[in-house]
T-cell receptor, first 114, second 115 residues
């Protein structure tokens, strides 16, 4: 979905390096999420944020941190990358309206840690 | 905890035949259920959702899903498959644990439609 933009799209980094994945959205949504996708495991939630001052850990937050710089921007950081963080990472947004419960996804960032 | 299960890693179907991708759920309270599709090198695209109302939900690209409360299922269906339907399909359920609204995904089912 072009309304949710992730950068970079692909990244190869070395073990121990710090890396930041960025997400910006033009949908005007208040909620933003970071997921990682691994084969056979589906998507697992890393962090989520319901507004600029609200950050929450998901089911697999260890080794990751996030920053919600503005309503439209939500960054994911790996302070010291390790090979098992090699995965496809997705940012998503949703609206807090009661019926608008579906999430909209960016195109993903493929991260390889060597 | 809320969860969904997709019992099939892969589904193979011939073009023109009907297709079904299975999903079962476990939730406390009323379920909000979703289907997403992922084409190669793309993000997830929303297909359809069930919140309340008719058990048969219609979505994008000719897909539909049937909510069955007694069987706790939400299977994705299409009457006539296309080769272009080949993709990875995810079922998801809304989780409101702790007062926060987030999606919990199944492991995904790869659909292969053969000419």
């Amino acid at each position: 979905d072009a309304d949710v933009t992730q950068t970079p799209r692909n990244r190869i980094t070395k073990t121990g390096k710090r890396i930041m994945l960025e997400c910006s959205q033009t949908k005007g949504h208040d909620r933003m999420y970071w997921y990682r996708q691994d084969p056979g495991l589906g998507l697992r939630l890393i962090y989520y944020s319901f507004d600029v001052k609200d950050i929450n850990k998901g089911e697999i937050s260890d080794g990751y941190s996030v920053s919600r710089q503005a309503q439209a921007k939500f960054s994911l950081s790996l302070e010291s990358a390790i090979p098992n963080q090699t995965a496809l990472y997705f940012c998503a947004t949703s609206d807090s309206g009661s019926r608008n419960t579906e999430a909209f996804f960016g195109q993903g960032t493929r991260l390889t840690v060597v | 905890a809320q969860s969904v299960a997709q019992p099939e890693d892969q589904v193979n179907v011939a073009e023109g035949n009907p297709l079904t991708v299975k999903c079962t759920y476990s939730v406390s309270g009323n379920p909000y259920l979703f289907w997403y599709v992922q084409y190669p090198n793309r993000g997830l695209q929303f297909l359809l959702k069930y919140i309340t109302g008719d058990n048969l939900v219609k979505g994008s690209y000719g897909f539909e899903a049937e909510f069955n409360k007694s069987q706790t299922s939400f299977h994705l269906k299409k009457p006539s498959a296309l080769v272009s339907d080949s993709a990875l399909y995810f079922c998801a359920v809304r989780d409101i644990t702790g007062g926060y609204n987030k999606l919990i995904f199944g492991a995904g089912t790869r659909l292969a439609v053969h000419p």
